[in-house]
Nanobody
Framework: QVQLVESGGGLVQAGDSLRLSCAAS????????MGWFRQAPGKEREFVAG????????YYADSVKGRFTISRDNAKNTVYLQMNSLKPVDTAVYSC????????????????WGQGTQVTVSS
């Protein structure tokens, strides 16, 4: 059974940093590209960042470029999202996801999803 479990969310102030983690089990982690998505109340889910199976390629939404960094540790079956200079507009539930056919931004292409972790940024 595939499981993706996010952690690291919380309540922070604008300008603060958080690091999210997503621990994967039940799949050949190094065979999957990984992505982070977020969904704010009343809004559609949006792509945040993605990383290839090797970690050699990354891609970011324009809204987070330069502030967020995605990375992975294949030995630990874990993907991370370092979030710096957080803004109130970053408030959302952040979920990690896995896809077996390469890096991409379309949520529908991701096969497995975690439950999400809440990030709240106060002004």
């Amino acid at each position: 059974q595939v499981q993706l479990v996010e952690s690291g969310g919380g309540l922070v102030q604008a300008g603060d940093s958080l690091r999210l983690s997503c621990a994967a089990s039940g799949l050949s982690f190094r065979s999957y590209a990984m992505g982070w998505f977020r969904q704010a109340p009343g809004k559609e889910r949006e792509f945040v960042a993605g990383i290839s199976w090797s970690g050699g390629s990354t891609y970011y939404a324009d809204s987070v470029k330069g502030r967020f960094t995605i990375s992975r540790d294949n030995a630990k079956n874990t993907v991370y999202l370092q979030m710096n200079s957080l803004k109130p507009v970053d408030t959302a539930v952040y979920s990690c996801a896995a896809r077996g056919d390469g890096l991409g931004v379309a949520a529908i292409k991701y096969h497995y999803w975690g439950q999400g972790t809440q990030v709240t940024v106060s002004s």
